[in-house]
């Protein structure tokens, strides 16, 4: 079998640390997924994530704590006032609590992040996040997953116990729903300048977007410096607008998940690369990352995601497991072990 030399030179450049230029990225993305370069490429990243990440893996689960008509009107998501059908309901403290101590039972959860919708009740988040924060190991971060913020709400979220923030310039942002791109990147300005990690994410990526539109997201989080990228695709919901483009494969985005990872060799703040949703191709293409997830969920159409397609603790366990990872990082740059139904897998 012969190989595309031109690609060929890129791997090697990617080995010895340098990160492709965003020509290089396009013409990555370019490549048919099912080719053989496209399955050299996976390889590379997996190998150089697992050298990069210390062949540890990164387990995060979100709570989505909220569900209400969302007048982002994103029209990929379940939640869009436009068509949604979801009713509206509240999180109690207690069910995050509950919720919570499910998710840390193995002691090897990294963050917890609490999610809302655009709109937010922002005293109410701060007191769930400061009881939220008696309850938790130590050893857990809290991470925020909201709509815009101002920089004093920032470092209020901050003090309160708030380690890091999930925030996206997504892709068509302004066009394929009603915020303001302008205000996406200053939220994250804010985010940057009260000291939080930066989580951040190439999406909702659908097969019409083109590979310079990617490669200008995937280059704008690691000019800002984030502590996590990741790659997830849109779910193509049956009601949502934009159900008729359909959705991309997991082996495609197996290859984005590549391209964000070898795009971020030099990112000194980058800690871990997650795949959305959780699934082998990412884990075995360089993503070391992946989620759990309980209550609300964008991409789902039930209301207690853990009852539908939300992955639990158990799931992403076996999930590394067969992966190759046998350890997963915590905050304190500790390493804890997966313990999948307590079957020990030999790694
Ligand atoms: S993705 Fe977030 S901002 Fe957009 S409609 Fe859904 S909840 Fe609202």
Redesign the pocket.
């Known amino acids: 079998m012969t190989i595309n030399t031109s690609i060929q030179a890129i791997l090697e450049q990617a080995q010895a640390g340098k990160i492709p230029s965003r020509e290089e990225c396009v013409q990555l993305l370019q490549l048919p997924e099912q080719s053989y370069e496209s399955a050299l490429l996976r390889a590379t990243a997996d190998q150089l994530s697992r050298v990069k990440f210390g062949q540890a893996g990164m387990l995060l689960a979100q709570i989505g704590i909220e569900i209400a008509p969302?007048?982002?009107?994103?029209t990929?998501?379940?939640?869009?006032?436009g068509y949604t059908d979801l009713p509206a309901s509240k999180m109690s403290l207690d069910d995050i609590f509950l919720h919570g101590k499910h998710l840390t039972a193995h002691e090897n959860l990294h963050s917890l992040f609490l999610m809302t919708?655009?709109d937010f009740d922002f005293d109410n988040l701060l007191q769930a996040v400061s009881e939220l924060r008696k309850h938790l190991p130590a050893d857990v971060d809290i991470v925020v997953n909201i709509?815009d913020f101002e920089r004093q709400q920032a470092n209020e979220l901050h003090v309160a116990g708030v380690k890091g923030a999930y925030h996206v310039r997504r892709l068509r942002e302004g066009i394929d729903?009603t915020?303001d791109v302008e205000e996406r990147w200053r939220t994250i300005e804010n985010i940057r300048h009260a000291g939080m990690d930066w989580y951040t994410c190439c999406e909702p990526i659908g097969p019409e977007h083109t590979p310079q539109e990617i490669i200008d997201q995937i280059f704008e989080a690691y000019a800002m410096g984030c502590f996590q990228n990741a790659a997830m695709r849109r779910v193509a919901l049956p009601k949502s607008p934009l159900f008729s483009r359909g959705q991309i494969s997991e082996l495609r985005l197996a290859q984005i998940v590549s391209v964000v990872f070898l795009a971020g060799l030099e990112c000194k703040e980058l800690k871990s690369l997650a795949v959305h949703e959780p699934n082998e191709l990412g884990l075995l293409s360089g993503a070391n990352c992946i989620y759990a997830e309980a209550g609300a969920n964008?991409r789902d159409t039930e209301a207690q995601t853990e009852r539908s397609r939300g992955f639990g603790l158990a799931d992403c366990e076996r999930l590394f497991m067969e992966c190759g990872y046998a350890q997963v990082v915590l905050p304190s740059g500790k390493h804890a072990d997966l313990q999948s139904n307590r079957i020990k897998l030999f790694t």
């Open positions: 969302c007048p982002a009107n994103c990929f998501c379940s939640f869009a006032r919708m655009h709509g729903n915020l964008p």
